[in-house]
């Protein structure tokens, strides 16, 4: 594979993980340029325009779904310990 090839699937491995950052968080899209590995908001903006041929703010305005809050599981109400909790002796086998 060759170097131009890689290039252009790193920037669209970067541009999906921003879409997805866009559509499902409230990150600044500064923030998200960042993590995304874009030197600024104005690159990312740029690169994810030549591509999608909308800006990022346009996408998160149409593509805006929050993540559902997380459920509180039913293993982290109040938590049991088994009476008989002592360490295990080292005593016998190596004594």
Excluded: W
């Excluded at 669209?12 to 908001?41: M, N, P, V, W, Y």
């Excluded at 703010?57 to 008989?84: I, K």
């Amino acid at each position: 594979m060759n170097s131009g090839r890689l290039r252009v699937i790193y920037i669209q491995i970067r541009l999906d993980h921003a879409r997805h950052l866009l559509a499902r968080s409230e990150i600044t899209i500064s923030t998200i340029a960042f993590e995304c590995g874009f030197c600024d908001s104005s690159h990312l903006s740029r690169v994810f325009r030549d591509h999608y041929r909308q800006t990022p703010q346009q996408f998160r305005l149409q593509s805006f779904t929050p993540l559902p809050a997380a459920a509180p599981s039913a293993y982290m109400g109040s938590r049991t310990v088994p009476a008989d909790t002592r360490p295990l002796s080292t005593k016998g086998s190596y004594g």
